[in-house]
């Protein structure tokens, strides 16, 4: 056999197999690095015939799916439900259609680029690569977004004297005290089985320095949460900190604790300049595949050599046959749509139900919560809003928008859900006082964002129980004949554009395997 060196054997991959035949070679050889960045998506070129896709829904996966499947010289064409692409990655800014179910508005923030709110997707941590691989390619301006700040408050009603206190004192509280406890402990002989003497050592110097505690080990406060006075001008002197059961009484307390170190709340955590929808507009600035607006499904017919789809365009009843279909429509609606498919494909697809997001947001006048010392971050709350969150953005401008309710328990879902658009924000801006005296004093406007009741969506990231995901959830991976379903809910992260954008690649790769059967 003749001899080959690297370079040869990989343009003779490339010659035989296209480029991402030679880049997986390559990246098997360890010649290039797969770590950074997303993987390849690896789609065979059209052939003649056989290459008409229809995509349902212009959501972020219907979007990506398009992007690519054009690059590979398919013909597609996307249906979109609604009057906007994007789905639930939806920026409002002054003049946008809140297309509430039987509750329409119109948002009425300034005409001013720096005063939008992200209604649905909002944050992106680092190892979102699919999501940030878009985002490069289309060169998406990206910046830092504080998603924790421990000069934010933790505000319980039933605790503290119902008084908000800084998130930063709570966190060294409690850790001071756990470690006090924990320091305590060590002195047991139960230790001495597992530990020896310089174990025991450095874990004491650990605790030590873990809860700031003092020489003798007891924990009496700390500068990690703020001291009183000017501590520029004077030697700091420590905050009183709170008895122990005052801290593990509050419901917040592991709630705190652990917001934080959610994986993908990690920080730091990313957003677009200018608003989550830079993402969709990357799309539509580089895909050629037409939008269909207000083009609402009403039947998927399945047969041996392609797709049948009826759908209502503004009254007007049409049809389309294609080749392939790609479904991102939420999986809650498919009972509504007429379709052939099989009894267990049909039965898998009825286990995803809707979830349930609530948001609030608020145009105030004046940006007050930075006299307090706060720039970015979130508030937490026991009240129904849950959350508020403070911009990133536009620090030391004169106005901003503030997320005022941040509801994904059915609980307060419902209860804000039930209210009219105008009551809810009123609700809202009482319980933020709450939290910061007078805020309801500098609201200019609002809108309210009940995600189970905005039109064509019904609902924000599909719920699955563990039982029907160990039995279904790998068959909705797979298609039903030409048709495959797409978007986060067939993902293990429903609500996250990565889920969309990883169930969108399962998809390709089952399509590339039956185009090529």
């Given at each position: 056999?003749?001899?080959?060196?690297?370079?040869?054997?990989?343009?003779?991959?490339?010659?035989?197999?296209?480029?991402?035949?030679?880049?997986?070679?390559?990246?098997?050889?360890?010649?290039?690095?797969?770590?950074?960045?997303?993987?390849?998506?690896?789609?065979?070129?059209?052939?003649?015939?056989?290459?008409?896709?229809?995509?349902?829904?212009?959501?972020?996966?219907?979007?990506?799916?398009?992007?690519?499947?054009?690059?590979?010289?398919?013909?597609?064409?996307?249906?979109?439900?609604?009057?906007?692409?994007?789905?639930?990655?939806?920026?409002?800014?002054?003049?946008?259609?809140?297309?509430?179910?039987?509750?329409?508005?119109?948002?009425?923030?300034?005409?001013?680029?720096?005063?939008?709110?992200?209604?649905?997707?909002?944050?992106?941590?680092?190892?979102?690569?699919?999501?940030?691989?878009?985002?490069?390619?289309?060169?998406?301006?990206?910046?830092?977004?504080?998603?924790?700040?421990?000069?934010?408050?933790?505000?319980?009603?039933?605790?503290?004297?119902?008084?908000?206190?800084?998130?930063?004192?709570?966190?060294?509280?409690?850790?001071?005290?756990?470690?006090?406890?924990?320091q305590k402990a060590i002195d047991s002989s139960r230790f001495d089985a597992e530990l020896s003497k310089d174990d025991i050592e450095n874990l004491s110097n650990f605790l030590n320095?873990?809860?700031?505690?003092?020489?003798?080990?007891?924990?009496?406060?700390?500068e990690r949460s703020g001291a009183l006075g000017d501590r520029m001008l004077s030697k700091p002197e420590l905050r009183t900190p709170p008895a122990l059961k005052d801290l593990v009484?509050?419901?917040?307390?592991?709630?705190?604790?652990?917001?934080?170190?959610?994986?993908?709340?990690?920080?730091?955590?990313?957003?677009?300049?200018?608003?989550?929808?830079?993402?969709?507009?990357?799309?539509?600035?580089?895909?050629?595949?037409?939008?269909?607006?207000?083009?609402?499904?009403?039947?998927?017919?399945?047969?041996?050599?392609?797709?049948?789809?009826?759908?209502?365009?503004?009254?007007?009843?049409?049809?389309?046959?294609?080749?392939?279909?790609?479904?991102?429509?939420?999986?809650?609606?498919?009972?509504?749509?007429?379709?052939?498919?099989?009894?267990?494909?049909?039965?898998?697809?009825?286990?995803?139900?809707?979830?349930?997001?609530?948001?609030?947001?608020?145009?105030?006048?004046?940006?007050?919560?930075?006299?307090?010392?706060?720039?970015?971050?979130?508030?937490?709350?026991?009240?129904?809003?849950?959350?508020?969150?403070?911009?990133?953005?536009?620090?030391?401008?004169?106005?901003?928008?503030?997320?005022?309710?941040?509801?994904?328990?059915?609980?307060?879902?419902?209860?804000?859900?039930?209210?009219?658009?105008?009551?809810?924000?009123?609700?809202?801006?009482?319980?933020?006082?709450?939290?910061?005296?007078?805020?309801?004093?500098?609201?200019?406007?609002?809108?309210?964002?009940?995600?189970?009741?905005?039109?064509?969506?019904?609902?924000?990231?599909?719920?699955?129980?563990?039982?029907?995901?160990?039995?279904?959830?790998?068959?909705?991976?797979?298609?039903?004949?030409?048709?495959?379903?797409?978007?986060?809910?067939?993902?293990?992260?429903?609500?996250?554009?990565?889920?969309?954008?990883?169930?969108?690649?399962?998809?390709?790769?089952?399509?590339?395997?039956?185009?090529?059967?």
């Amino acid at each position: 056999m003749r001899n080959f060196n690297r370079r040869q054997f990989l343009n003779m991959l490339a010659t035989v197999g296209g480029s991402s035949l030679a880049y997986q070679a390559s990246a098997a050889m360890g010649l290039i690095s797969t770590s950074s960045g997303k993987r390849s998506i690896s789609l065979h070129s059209a052939k003649k015939g056989k290459n008409k896709i229809v995509i349902l829904g212009a959501g972020i996966s219907g979007l990506a799916a398009a992007y690519e499947l054009e690059r590979a010289g398919y013909q597609c064409i996307i249906l979109e439900a609604s009057h906007r692409a994007g789905g639930r990655v939806f920026t409002a800014r002054h003049g946008d259609l809140i297309d509430e179910l039987g509750a329409p508005s119109i948002c009425q923030f300034d005409d001013d680029p720096d005063l939008y709110m992200n209604c649905g997707a909002a944050r992106i941590p680092g190892h979102h690569e699919r999501t940030l691989h878009y985002c490069k390619t289309f060169n998406v301006p990206m910046r830092i977004i504080a998603n924790s700040n421990r000069l934010a408050y933790l505000h319980d009603s039933n605790n503290f004297d119902g008084k908000p206190i800084r998130i930063g004192e709570h966190i060294a509280d409690s850790r001071g005290f756990v470690a006090e406890l924990a320091q305590k402990a060590i002195d047991s002989s139960r230790f001495d089985a597992e530990l020896s003497k310089d174990d025991i050592e450095n874990l004491s110097n650990f605790l030590n320095v873990f809860g700031d505690l003092d020489e003798a080990g007891n924990y009496v406060g700390s500068e990690r949460s703020g001291a009183l006075g000017d501590r520029m001008l004077s030697k700091p002197e420590l905050r009183t900190p709170p008895a122990l059961k005052d801290l593990v009484n509050s419901p917040l307390f592991s709630r705190i604790q652990r917001m934080t170190e959610l994986y993908d709340w990690a920080e730091p955590l990313m957003t677009p300049v200018g608003g989550m929808d830079k993402i969709v507009d990357g799309f539509l600035n580089n895909i050629a595949t037409p939008i269909h607006y207000n083009s609402q499904v009403s039947a998927i017919k399945l047969h041996e050599s392609g797709v049948h789809i009826a759908y209502s365009q503004k009254g007007e009843m049409k049809t389309i046959d294609a080749d392939y279909c790609f479904n991102c429509i939420p999986a809650h609606f498919m009972n509504g749509i007429v379709n052939n498919f099989s009894t267990e494909y049909k039965q898998a697809l009825n286990t995803l139900k809707r979830g349930k997001l609530f948001k609030i947001g608020f145009q105030m006048k004046e940006r007050f919560w930075e006299k307090e010392n706060i720039y970015g971050g979130i508030s937490y709350t026991n009240l129904p809003i849950r959350q508020v969150w403070y911009p990133s953005s536009g620090i030391f401008s004169n106005k901003g928008i503030m997320l005022g309710a941040y509801v994904w328990e059915e609980k307060q879902y419902d209860y804000f859900a039930r209210l009219t658009p105008q009551k809810r924000l009123e609700v809202a801006a009482a319980m933020g006082d709450q939290i910061h005296p007078n805020y309801s004093s500098y609201i200019e406007t609002g809108i309210s964002i009940p995600w189970s009741r905005m039109n064509h969506m019904m609902g924000c990231g599909s719920t699955m129980s563990t039982e029907d995901r160990k039995r279904y959830f790998t068959r909705l991976q797979k298609p039903e004949g030409r048709h495959f379903m797409m978007g986060d809910q067939i993902s293990y992260h429903p609500g996250w554009q990565e889920g969309a954008l990883a169930a969108m690649e399962t998809s390709l790769a089952h399509f590339s395997e039956l185009v090529e059967a």
